[in-house]
T-cell receptor
């Protein structure tokens, strides 16, 4: 079975600084996908970034990058130049085969001025 | 562009009452559809998914059921709500060949 572990319940960062949110995963499948979603206080889930298990380069989307270390089974999210609007819950998730997402428990990020 | 709607946005229901939550997607055809539940302070748990009209797969045994009467409509139901059914319910869609899932605004259900 697939499992996502996010060990940081909460993280604090100052505006304009970079922050790394940790995610480790467990699967016996060779082909899988890793995702990060942002959930602001409104509740909607916003897709941020995707990394495929066969992708050789780390995914990047604007200020978001995914530090993919396959041997360690980690997929950490790096947010550069944090903004106040980045304050939210962040969820790591994975799929194998069919598009059934398995989510971690999330990390609450608070960006301070 | 594609949009996904859910209603109602919030709902307070007594234990034992029925439930019907609706999700519709616009701007795409033959999407895969999903229902997730998020308990307070937790991650999302997949409840049901559907790859086509009338095709429903259940992920966890529970007090809920799902139906897909039309291509872009997904309904979550219960005949008798339990206190444990309280939570935030999110509908999502993906294209049949795509990888990302796109979520609706959610329904916050409180069972009293």
């Amino acid at each position: 079975a697939q499992k996502i572990t996010q060990t940081q319940p909460g993280m604090f960062v100052q505006e304009k600084e970079a922050v790394t949110l940790d995610c480790t995963y467990d699967t016996s499948d060779q082909s899988y996908g890793l995702f990060w979603y942002k959930q602001p206080s409104s509740g909607e889930m916003i897709f941020l970034i995707y990394q495929g298990s066969y992708d050789e380069q780390n995914a990047t989307e604007g200020r978001y990058s995914l530090n993919f270390q396959k041997a360690r089974k980690s997929a950490n999210l790096v947010i550069s130049a944090s903004q106040l609007g980045d304050s939210a819950m962040y969820f790591c998730a994975m799929t194998t085969g069919f598009q059934k997402l398995v989510f971690g428990t999330g990390t609450r990020l608070l960006v301070s001025p | 562009s594609q949009t996904i709607h859910q209603w109602p946005a919030t709902l307070v229901q007594p234990v034992g009452s029925p439930l019907s939550l609706e999700c519709t997607v616009e701007g795409t055809s033959n999407p895969n559809l999903y229902w997730y539940r998020q308990a307070a302070g937790r991650g999302l748990q997949l409840l049901f998914y559907s790859v086509g009209i009338g095709q429903i797969s259940s992920e966890v045994p529970q007090n809920l059921s799902a139906s897909r009467p039309q291509d872009r409509q997904f309904i979550l139901s219960s005949k008798k709500l339990l206190l444990s059914d309280s939570g935030f319910y999110l509908c999502a869609w993906s294209s049949s060949g795509g990888r990302e899932q796109y979520f609706g605004p959610g329904t916050r259900l409180t069972v009293t």
